[in-house]
């Protein structure tokens, strides 16, 4: 049985933790909101992009002539996993879901005799990696620094990726990232940068998405443009809606944290006035054995 | 008054302009272009330089603009640049880093033809900043 004074000791620390983690619940949902609004701020860039892509890919469609970074190698012996992750923990599940996600796959190609190349973006990752696949872990990351992703950022990564593309040195390039759907709902996601994959988006277009387009320079030319441009695009909306998710993630870890240091603090309260009502009933008791004895 | 329609200017981190205008001058990697309402689909990439927006009221808003291109749909003009500041805004130091970027790159350039493609980024922001100096 544990003394008052350790009683009381254990709610001092317990209630500071739950100030910790209060704290870092709001600062997580300060920085949420601004991440959020990023997030949605490139939003419009990357689906134009997507769109023009597909419209592009349709002409290219069965082509000879077609990139490289669009038709593939034409083999997929080689690949390569970019995992992008959070530089800090304590948000809950965020980082541990992508580099579950990045291992099984990573595990089924080897099991398939593939050859497996990680890059991993942000800490995290890689801290969670490094034990089963550390060996194929070719490059880390660090935006450690970095309190805003900017463009620069991603496009730093895509100039890398794409110059080992055009070095040869892997088929397929996988990129993994956390979609920030709500604060509460995350979604690990697998995402094929290379070869490029569209979703064909056929039907009726307000963008007359099959009128007769005039290219300058030509199509060739545009798409050579365009689709490296594109692994940079991708790679930065990935970086930002990681951002926001880590910071739901972590709002929502951190609520939890701070609900169930309440709860402990509730419990413990409890159980330190129990006692010291035990401690006074004792006193008096003994105090009136003493007076009778008398 | 000219006719107005929908005109985007999107960079990775925001959308600049979303709005109903009467005219867009845009640099294009083989000369600039206008665009009125009803122009015929067309798409061309885009180099470093100065792109202007008359809008409704009459007036004349200049922004710089680099790599991306313009594509013109029935729904209008859409602007992906992979920078885009209102010349207002931009630092000169932002752009004599860009200018020194595009040196190195020069420099570093392997086979004729990138060397070619970094002398005209590069000769183009000279130009930029030439244009500015002169405003």
Request: charged share 30%; glycine share 24%.
């Given at each position: 049985m544990p003394s008052l004074k350790d009683l009381r000791n254990r709610i001092a620390s317990v209630k500071a933790t739950q100030k910790i983690t209060k704290a870092m619940q709001m600062v997580a949902a300060a920085k949420l909101r601004r991440a959020q609004e990023a997030a949605e701020a490139a939003r419009p860039y990357a689906e134009r992009m997507g769109a023009v892509l597909a419209n592009l890919a349709v002409a290219f469609e069965?082509?000879?002539?077609?990139p490289k970074l669009m038709s593939?190698?034409?083999?997929?012996?080689v690949h390569l996993l970019v995992v992008a992750t959070a530089e800090?923990?304590?948000?809950?599940g965020f980082n541990t879901n992508i580099a579950k996600l990045a291992r099984d796959k990573a595990r089924s190609l080897l099991a398939d005799g593939k050859t497996v190349k990680i890059i991993c973006v942000g800490k995290k990752g890689y801290d969670a990696l490094k034990r089963e696949l550390g060996q194929h872990v070719i490059k880390t990351v660090d935006l450690?620094?970095?309190k805003n992703v900017g463009f620069s950022d991603a496009d730093n990564i895509g100039r890398e990726v794409l110059s080992m593309f055009d070095n040869g040195e892997f088929d397929v390039c996988t990129l993994f990232y956390s979609t920030f759907k709500s604060v509460i709902a995350q979604d690990p996601t697998a995402l094929q940068l290379i070869p490029a994959s569209f979703e064909?988006?056929?039907?009726?277009?307000s963008n007359g998405a099959h009128a007769v387009y005039e290219y300058e320079p030509d199509e060739t030319e545009i798409l050579a443009d365009l689709l490296p441009r594109n692994i940079s695009v991708q790679i930065f909306r990935a970086l930002l809606e990681n951002a926001a998710s880590e910071q739901g993630a972590r709002m929502s870890a951190m609520d939890n944290a701070t609900r169930n240091a309440g709860e402990m603090i509730d419990k413990l309260t409890i159980s330190y006035n129990r006692q010291r009502q035990a401690q006074i009933t004792t006193e008096l008791i003994e105090i009136i054995s003493g007076a009778e004895a008398l | 008054m000219a006719e107005l329609f929908q005109f985007e200017l999107v960079s990775p981190e925001r959308q600049l302009i979303s709005e109903q205008v009467a005219e867009v001058v845009v640099p294009s990697a083989e000369g600039e272009f206008g665009v009125l309402k009803d122009h015929a689909p067309f798409m061309a990439t885009i180099k470093p330089g100065i792109l202007k927006v008359l809008s409704e009221g009459g007036d004349w808003a200049e922004y710089y603009v680099r790599g991306g291109f313009a594509d013109v749909a029935s729904g209008g003009l859409t602007v992906l640049a992979e920078q885009a500041v209102p010349v207002g805004e931009i630092s000169t130091e932002d752009l004599e880093q860009q200018i020194k970027d595009a040196e190195e790159d020069v420099a570093d350039a392997k086979d004729d033809e990138t060397k070619q493609k970094a002398e005209a980024t590069l000769s183009q922001l000279r130009d930029v900043v030439e244009a500015l100096k002169a405003a």
């Open positions: 069965g082509r000879d002539d077609a593939g190698t034409g083999n997929d012996q800090r923990g304590l948000c809950g450690r620094s970095v064909a988006s056929e039907g009726n277009d | -």
